[in-house]
């Protein structure tokens, strides 16, 4: 048989809306760090009907690797679709063509496995024929196997050297089975100083959230859930794996079909950001006609932008959820010595949280029963009162439109707002504060902070209808506007994460890890104060993933 080389599967954890940019279609961005990583979504119906796009990716990448700066290619899963041995032909011979040319790694999907592709067991017997462990042992990358099975390729690692900083891939089969989560965690565990790309091909879903048991597709719905170590599907990974290790920065899956796109940024266990990737095209027409999704990475200046070419038609796709640039991410070598942060307040709303909140890094508050325990609502609008505050599916959801004084307001606007309100919380001082947030309306969103009592607040505000970041103090009930940008505040619909950090008398407000008025904000009104999520007039607030940790 053929030698091989790898696909290295990254699993990004991003949750969100990002900000878009300009590229370059040719060149890396001018950094001696940046590198690219190509990762392929879902060929199963290239395999089928499209042979000769499926050969177009994988040519395109051997072609322009060095001028790209492509380090590493990840396969996401399904790489055929009925399990077969012509279309397992046709995507041998598509992937061969990087072999000794640049690194990559593969992974089953549920179609490359069982009956005809049914996933009603794990056969993966063709799989392991056309990719073998003994042609990828054979590679500088290559780091090892799920040693239980140390015939088969289903879950494996490989390392490599990019932009100054050891990467390790790490490449799961379709909703891991609970053995093979135990091994993640020893392989990660075991590499310290390397950043983590998990990759696995059912994890997030279209919705910005996790793979649960309440969406379609999900691996307990397939046949291999009732074999011998069962299934996990995103969420569960996130809680017995992902959320564990302060190495882990992203997880990248395919899989989902609808629009085949959903980002999440979540913060791990150790204060750690997690980039959480959806990509997949093969709904499209011609199996998806080829898009790639490149990933850029440049931990010199803590970026990660994100583009989706096809190499097939030559053409990028443009919108928010294929392109995309994160700012401020942690991207270079993991220091050990480094103290953790101390946590003062950590909730993502979801239930299950309980060994973690028991453990010895559990120096904060921490709430396991997946509800609004610790919240305290306070409505201030008096249209459309009162709010509508619950968690659903591990999400805090606002769904009133409550508002005042009228729907022109911009200043002086009455919402609906729940502060936390446990602990020592009123005499935090200084802090981050942290959550994912989203809105499928377009009016005010936002967080308060150093909050004393309704009279006396900071509070930051974005509105996309009326296109400004805004933020305010209140003292005595006075508010005063102490900065503002006119600009759509955010995108519909779409993941963002807003973040303030507040030093004694300096502010800094970040979305998406970009600082949203250039510079410090400098107010010494309030000193201390606990955090609160907001919202106004906006009838489809969604909050998550609160975080505050202490800056001394």
Same mark, same amino acid.
């Given at each position: 048989?053929?030698?091989?080389?790898?696909?290295?599967?990254?699993?990004?954890?991003?949750?969100?809306?990002?900000?878009?940019?300009?590229?370059?279609?040719?060149?890396?961005?001018?950094?001696?760090?940046?590198?690219?990583?190509?990762?392929?979504?879902?060929?199963?119906?290239?395999?089928?009907?499209?042979?000769?796009?499926?050969?177009?990716?994988?040519?395109?990448?051997?072609?322009?690797?060095?001028?790209?700066?492509?380090?590493?290619?990840?396969?996401?899963?399904?790489?055929?679709?009925?399990?077969?041995?012509?279309?397992?032909?046709?995507?041998?011979?598509?992937?061969?063509?990087?072999?000794?040319?640049?690194?990559?790694?593969?992974?089953?999907?549920?179609?490359?496995?069982?009956?005809?592709?049914?996933?009603?067991?794990?056969?993966?017997?063709?799989?392991?024929?056309?990719?073998?462990?003994?042609?990828?042992?054979?590679?500088?990358?290559?780091?090892?196997?799920?040693?239980?099975?140390?015939?088969?390729?289903?879950?494996?690692?490989?390392?490599?050297?990019?932009?100054?900083?050891?990467?390790?891939?790490?490449?799961?089969?379709?909703?891991?089975?609970?053995?093979?989560?135990?091994?993640?965690?020893?392989?990660?565990?075991?590499?310290?100083?390397?950043?983590?790309?998990?990759?696995?091909?059912?994890?997030?879903?279209?919705?910005?959230?996790?793979?649960?048991?309440?969406?379609?597709?999900?691996?307990?719905?397939?046949?291999?859930?009732?074999?011998?170590?069962?299934?996990?599907?995103?969420?569960?990974?996130?809680?017995?794996?992902?959320?564990?290790?302060?190495?882990?920065?992203?997880?990248?899956?395919?899989?989902?079909?609808?629009?085949?796109?959903?980002?999440?940024?979540?913060?791990?266990?150790?204060?750690?950001?997690?980039?959480?990737?959806?990509?997949?095209?093969?709904?499209?027409?011609?199996?998806?006609?080829?898009?790639?999704?490149?990933?850029?990475?440049?931990?010199?200046?803590?970026?990660?932008?994100?583009?989706?070419?096809?190499?097939?038609?030559?053409?990028?796709?443009?919108?928010?959820?294929?392109?995309?640039?994160?700012?401020?991410?942690?991207?270079?070598?993991?220091?050990?010595?480094?103290?953790?942060?101390?946590?003062?307040?950590?909730?993502?709303?979801?239930?299950?949280?309980?060994?973690?909140?028991?453990?010895?890094?559990?120096?904060?508050?921490?709430?396991?029963?997946?509800?609004?325990?610790?919240?305290?609502?306070?409505?201030?609008?008096?249209?459309?009162?009162?709010?509508?505050?619950?968690?659903?599916?591990?999400?805090?959801?606002?769904?009133?439109?409550?508002?005042?004084?009228?729907?022109?307001?911009?200043?002086?606007? @009455? %919402? #609906?707002? !729940?502060? &936390?309100?446990? /602990?020592?919380?009123?005499?935090?001082? *200084?802090?981050?504060?942290? $959550?994912?947030?989203?809105?499928?309306?377009?009016?005010?969103?936002?967080?308060?902070?150093?909050?004393?009592?309704?009279?006396?607040?900071?509070?930051?505000?974005?509105?996309?209808?009326?296109?400004?970041?805004?933020?305010?103090?209140?003292?005595?009930?006075?508010?005063?506007?102490?900065?503002?940008?006119?600009?759509?505040?955010?995108?519909?619909?779409?993941?963002?994460?807003?973040?303030?950090?507040?030093?004694?008398?300096?502010?800094?407000?970040?979305?998406?890890?970009?600082?949203?008025?250039?510079?410090?904000?400098?107010?010494?009104?309030?000193? @201390? %104060? #606990?955090? !609160?999520? &907001?919202?106004? /007039?906006?009838?489809?607030?969604?909050? *998550?993933?609160?975080?505050? $940790?202490?800056?001394?």
């Amino acid at each position: 048989m053929r030698a091989t080389k790898y696909v290295f599967v990254l699993i990004m954890v991003f949750s969100l809306v990002v900000t878009p940019f300009f590229r370059d279609s040719n060149h890396a961005e001018a950094s001696s760090s940046a590198f690219k990583i190509a990762v392929l979504p879902d060929t199963q119906n290239l395999a089928m009907n499209h042979p000769e796009i499926f050969r177009a990716q994988t040519q395109w990448i051997a072609d322009n690797w060095e001028e790209q700066n492509i380090k590493f290619v990840i396969h996401e899963g399904d790489i055929v679709n009925n399990n077969n041995t012509p279309q397992w032909e046709v995507a041998y011979d598509a992937m061969h063509t990087l072999d000794g040319v640049v690194p990559y790694t593969v992974l089953p999907g549920n179609h490359d496995m069982g009956t005809g592709g049914s996933a009603d067991t794990r056969d993966t017997t063709l799989y392991n024929t056309y990719f073998s462990v003994s042609d990828f042992s054979k590679t500088e990358t290559f780091g090892g196997v799920y040693p239980a099975e140390p015939n088969k390729y289903d879950n494996n690692y490989h390392t490599f050297n990019a932009g100054g900083t050891e990467w390790l891939v790490l490449s799961l089969e379709f909703g891991p089975r609970d053995p093979v989560l135990d091994w993640a965690n020893e392989v990660v565990s075991s590499h310290p100083n390397h950043r983590v790309i998990v990759v696995t091909h059912s994890y997030m879903f279209s919705d910005e959230t996790r793979h649960n048991t309440g969406h379609a597709w999900n691996p307990h719905h397939y046949g291999v859930a009732s074999e011998p170590g069962g299934v996990n599907d995103g969420e569960e990974m996130w809680q017995k794996f992902v959320k564990l290790h302060p190495n882990i920065s992203m997880v990248l899956s395919g899989h989902v079909l609808n629009d085949g796109q959903g980002r999440r940024v979540s913060v791990g266990d150790n204060g750690n950001k997690v980039y959480q990737m959806l990509a997949n095209y093969q709904m499209q027409e011609n199996g998806g006609n080829g898009f790639i999704r490149l990933l850029e990475i440049n931990p010199e200046k803590g970026t990660l932008k994100g583009t989706s070419y096809s190499p097939y038609l030559d053409q990028y796709k443009t919108d928010w959820q294929n392109e995309f640039l994160y700012t401020n991410v942690e991207l270079g070598t993991p220091d050990s010595n480094v103290n953790p942060p101390k946590y003062l307040l950590k909730d993502d709303f979801s239930a299950g949280e309980k060994p973690y909140c028991k453990s010895e890094n559990s120096n904060f508050d921490c709430d396991d029963e997946g509800n609004m325990d610790g919240w305290t609502v306070v409505d201030e609008g008096t249209i459309s009162a009162p709010s509508k505050w619950s968690v659903v599916r591990g999400e805090v959801v606002q769904s009133s439109n409550i508002y005042a004084p009228d729907v022109s307001a911009v200043d002086n606007r @009455k %919402g #609906t707002f !729940a502060y &936390y309100n446990k /602990g020592g919380a009123f005499a935090w001082k *200084d802090y981050s504060f942290s $959550t994912t947030l989203r809105s499928t309306d377009d009016d005010g969103i936002g967080l308060m902070f150093r909050y004393q009592d309704p009279d006396n607040y900071y509070k930051l505000e974005l509105d996309e209808q009326r296109e400004f970041y805004k933020l305010f103090k209140v003292v005595d009930g006075v508010e005063t506007t102490l900065a503002h940008v006119n600009r759509p505040g955010y995108i519909q619909g779409a993941n963002f994460e807003l973040e303030i950090k507040v030093i004694g008398n300096q502010i800094q407000a970040f979305q998406d890890g970009i600082n949203l008025f250039e510079k410090p904000i400098i107010d010494d009104s309030h000193s @201390k %104060g #606990t955090v !609160a999520l &907001y919202a106004w /007039g906006n009838q489809n607030s969604y909050f *998550d993933d609160v975080l505050v $940790t202490s800056e001394k």
